[in-house]
């Protein structure tokens, strides 16, 4: 009897008319009859399945938040005021160290004395400079000589440049029209001097800088961690790094520590 026939005949008896004989012989079959299943049963082939490239999206096109543009209008208009009001900054502190550079090198230029502002009788309060009202100029490269105009206006001239607190400048009045200024060559402790007041400058312009960015960052009570908060950062921290270039060019080209 085949197997497929054993399993019929054993379908087809009741439990009562199933002799010990047939019992027996089904036990011993069984094992028969699992293998014959197994190899009969088709194999399972597992297949392991990858994202397709032509369906894989590109992060190549993603911007992160960090780079991401300021979206809102009234962001970019805050950004560009703060914008402007740190260049201006950073503008002044430059001018402010080329003059204490000039004046630390030993070099004699009509620019020391351009922190000079005159009061003139019937301009009111309004100041004016220097080069306006008479002309500067430079003798054996250690001596300022300083021309009027119009001979009313020289002790005016003479009271601006006592005003101005300029280091080492001390007026010497020569005839109706004219002032010498000899100007003597700095000593190191000059030059060290004149580095800590750029240092201080540099201190007072990183803390407008600040002020600036605060400022700003209160009007629009941006969220934390948002585009506009790194965007403003990012803008005080590129003006703040110039002020430092700016600062550690002068100690180099001075040779103060």
């Given at each position: 009897?085949?197997?497929?026939?054993?399993?019929?005949?054993?379908?087809?008896?009741?439990?009562?008319?199933?002799?010990?004989?047939?019992?027996?012989?089904?036990?011993?079959?069984?094992?028969?009859?699992?293998?014959?299943?197994?190899?009969?049963?088709?194999?399972?082939?597992?297949?392991?399945?990858?994202?397709?490239?032509?369906?894989?999206?590109?992060?190549?096109?993603?911007?992160?938040?960090?780079?991401?543009?300021?979206?809102?209008?009234?962001?970019?208009?805050?950004?560009?005021?703060?914008?402007?009001?740190?260049?201006?900054?950073?503008?002044?502190?430059?001018?402010?160290?080329?003059?204490?550079?000039?004046?630390?090198?030993?070099?004699?230029?009509?620019?020391?004395?351009?922190?000079?502002?005159?009061?003139?009788?019937?301009?009111?309060?309004?100041?004016?400079?220097?080069?306006?009202?008479?002309?500067?100029g430079v003798r054996e490269g250690s001596t300022l000589i300083i021309t009027v105009f119009e001979e009313h206006n020289l002790k005016a001239?003479?009271?601006?440049?006592?005003?101005?607190?300029?280091?080492?400048?001390?007026?010497?009045?020569?005839?109706?029209?004219?002032?010498?200024?000899?100007?003597?060559?700095?000593?190191?402790?000059?030059?060290?001097?004149?580095?800590?007041?750029?240092?201080?400058?540099?201190?007072?312009?990183?803390?407008?800088?600040?002020?600036?960015?605060?400022?700003?960052?209160?009007?629009?009570?941006?969220?934390?961690?948002?585009?506009?908060?790194?965007?403003?950062?990012?803008?005080?921290?590129?003006?703040?790094?110039?002020?430092?270039?700016?600062?550690?060019?002068?100690?180099?080209?001075?040779?103060?520590?």
């Amino acid at each position: 009897m085949s197997l497929p026939s054993a399993v019929r005949f054993a379908a087809s008896c009741s439990s009562r008319a199933v002799s010990r004989t047939s019992l027996q012989f089904l036990s011993s079959t069984q094992s028969s009859f699992t293998q014959y299943v197994i190899s009969r049963s088709p194999k399972t082939s597992y297949i392991r399945l990858y994202a397709s490239k032509s369906k894989a999206k590109s992060t190549a096109d993603l911007v992160p938040g960090s780079k991401q543009a300021l979206t809102s209008e009234v962001a970019r208009l805050e950004y560009g005021k703060s914008e402007a009001k740190m260049n201006a900054a950073v503008e002044w502190y430059r001018k402010e160290v080329a003059g204490l550079e000039t004046r630390a090198s030993g070099r004699v230029t009509p620019a020391l004395l351009s922190p000079v502002r005159i009061e003139l009788t019937g301009k009111g309060k309004d100041l004016v400079k220097l080069e306006e009202v008479a002309t500067i100029g430079v003798r054996e490269g250690s001596t300022l000589i300083i021309t009027v105009f119009e001979e009313h206006n020289l002790k005016a001239v003479e009271q601006a440049l006592y005003a101005a607190k300029l280091p080492n400048i001390v007026p010497q009045r020569q005839d109706s029209r004219t002032i010498k200024i000899p100007i003597p060559r700095p000593t190191v402790e000059a030059r060290n001097a004149l580095t800590a007041t750029a240092q201080r400058m540099a201190e007072d312009t990183r803390v407008q800088l600040r002020k600036i960015q605060q400022a700003s960052v209160k009007k629009g009570d941006y969220k934390k961690h948002s585009v506009e908060l790194e965007e403003f950062q990012k803008l005080a921290d590129r003006n703040t790094a110039e002020v430092d270039k700016i600062l550690t060019h002068m100690k180099k080209s001075t040779g103060a520590r």
